[in-house]
Each structure stands twice: as structure tokens, then as C-alpha cells.
């Protein structure tokens, strides 16, 4: 296959991520004032003003978050295949997964939590001109960041499902506490991992042209 520059659909993925790291930040102010209302509550001095607005505030920032995530993930999907088809032409081999493969294998259950991440780490490496130093730990990082955030959240969810007194509803506010500061540090660290693999792919290209 040509080279096709995946440069624009990376600058794409990098918007999107720090639109979600923004909006995950705000959620983790969220949850903090949830906590802080979860007090009053206690207490018996809050209004049900206070409570709707927290409330609404809470739904309209989880929706734009998901709206951000799912462009993220669109944008990231795309990049990465493109990323994953240029490899041949930049003389950096044919990797093991195909391009289609690359986005396939991000929904197969159980395989999501490893494969996924061999791909992106193989790219990195194959990328890498002689001598260019390895960043294994910002990967490993993101990935990290990536499955425990997805649990922690999960987890969170089941709880406030469920929850019908105020320590429950703490508990799920504190929990998804966790998993807004874990979302936050994880889109950060995803785009940096997007700039690090496109960096190597363009100066590779660059040494070619």
C-alpha cells in the first residue's frame, strides 16, 4: 500500500482526547461537591435545590463525556489503522495484526484487555529509527490507566445503580472520583502516545522524501 499520512487523523485523535481530559477533570470537581453534598444531606440541611441542580449538572456533563469518548474512539480507530498500514511503506516491516485487525480486535471480548495493546506497543517499536529511545514505560502507563479507570468505573456504576442511602451514594461518588482522576491522567497519557507513534511515523517519512 502507498504511504498515506495519517498527520491530520492524529491531530484529529489528540483534540478529541484533550476534550476528554477536560471533560473527565470537570466530573472529578463534580464528584468532589457530590461529596461535599452528600454531608449536607446527612446533615439535613440541604435543598432540593441544591440536589436537583447537582444532579442535572452531573447527567449533562456524563453525556457530553460519553458523546467525547465515542468521537475518541472513532478518531483513535481510524488513526491507528491508517498508522498500521504505513509501516510497510516506511520500510519499518509489516506488522502483525492487519490494519482492519487493528480496530477488530479493540471489541473481541477478553482479548480487548491485551491485544489491543501488543498492537499500538509493536507500531511504537517498529517505528522507531535505530538508536531512538524506547518510551515502554508511557505505554505501559496509558494502558494501565486505561483497564483500572474501565473497572473502577464499571464498578461505580453497579453501585449507584443499586444505591438507596446516603453512605451508598458516597461510596458510588467516591468511586467514580477514582475512576475521573484515572480517566483524566489516561487521556492525557493516550495523546502523548498518539504524538510519540505519529512523531516516528513522520520522520520516517521525512528521511524518505
Keep these: 500500500m ?67 469518548l465515542v468521537a475518541s474512539a472513532i478518531a483513535y480507530l ?40 501488543t498492537i499500538v506497543r509493536d507500531l511504537h517499536d517498529r517505528l522507531g529509527a535505530p538508536g531512538a529511545p524506547m518510551q515502554r514505560a508511557l505505554l505501559g502507563s496509558w494502558w494501565a490507566m486505561w483497564i483500572v479507570s474501565n473497572v473502577i468505573g464499571n464498578i461505580a456504576g453497579r453501585v449507584w445503580a443499586a444505591a438507596d442511602t446516603v453512605d451508598t451514594l458516597r461510596s458510588a461518588i467516591e468511586l467514580d472520583l477514582g475512576a475521573s482522576v484515572l480517566e483524566t491522567v489516561g487521556a492525557i497519557l493516550a495523546l502523548l502516545v498518539v504524538r510519540a507513534i505519529q512523531s516516528r511515523e513522520d520522520a520516517r517519512h521525512a528521511l524518505q522524501g
Design 2 to 68: 502507498p504511504f498515506r499520512s495519517a498527520g491530520a487523523r492524529a491531530k484529529v485523535v489528540v483534540a478529541c482526547l484533550a476534550a476528554y481530559a477536560g471533560l473527565a477533570l470537570v466530573n472529578t470537581l463534580i464528584d468532589v461537591s457530590g461529596l461535599s453534598l452528600m454531608d449536607t444531606i446527612a446533615a439535613g440541611t440541604a435543598t432540593e435545590l441544591e440536589v436537583d441542580s447537582w444532579d442535572t449538572l452531573t447527567v449533562a456533563v456524563s453525556m457530553f463525556g460519553l458523546v467525547t
Design 78 to 117: 481510524a488513526w491507528l489503522s491508517r498508522a498500521v498500514e504505513n509501516a510497510p511503506a516506511l520500510g519499518a516491516g509489516v506488522p502483525p495484526r492487519s490494519p482492519r485487525a487493528a480496530i477488530g480486535w479493540w471489541f473481541a471480548p477478553l482479548a480487548n484487555l491485551w491485544v489491543p495493546f
